[in-house]
């Protein structure tokens, strides 16, 4: 497994725009699926985007257009730029590691988790 750091979050107007970073130890950091995920209170965690080992991406839909997931193989980093925000994407955000994980949307596949970073959009 891999050990996992975000930074990035914080307080924001709507429309303006959040970079998470997420610092990743441990080995074969290339083999390893890069996902978000976020949870608003009194709501379930839900897949907001992911770059695989392959770097194939995927978005939830709500985020097309507005949110870019990259990474950084040299530097065992993935970053989600987040442009436009709008207050439903008040939540705290999570990074996951997933090795070799084909199905980015899928929770259960990714074994390693960060703390968290909290993201608040004000309207």
């Known amino acids: 497994q891999v050990q996992l750091v975000e930074s990035g979050g914080g307080l924001v107007q709507a429309g303006g725009s959040l970079r998470l970073s997420c610092a990743v130890s441990g080995r074969s950091f290339s083999d390893y699926t890069m996902g978000w995920f976020r949870q608003a209170p009194g709501k379930e965690r839900e897949f907001v985007a992911a770059?695989?080992?392959?770097?194939?991406?995927n978005y939830l839909d709500s985020v097309k257009g507005r949110f870019t997931i990259s990474r950084d193989n040299a530097k065992n980093t993935v970053t989600l730029q987040m442009n436009i925000l709008k207050f439903e994407d008040t939540a705290n955000y999570y990074c996951?590691?997933?090795?070799?994980?084909?199905?980015?949307?899928?929770?259960?596949?990714?074994?390693?988790w960060g703390q968290g970073t909290q993201v608040t959009v004000s309207s």
């Open positions: 996951a590691a997933g090795w070799r994980v084909n199905t980015l949307t899928d929770q259960g596949k990714y074994a390693s």
């Open positions: 770059i695989g080992w392959t770097f194939g991406t």
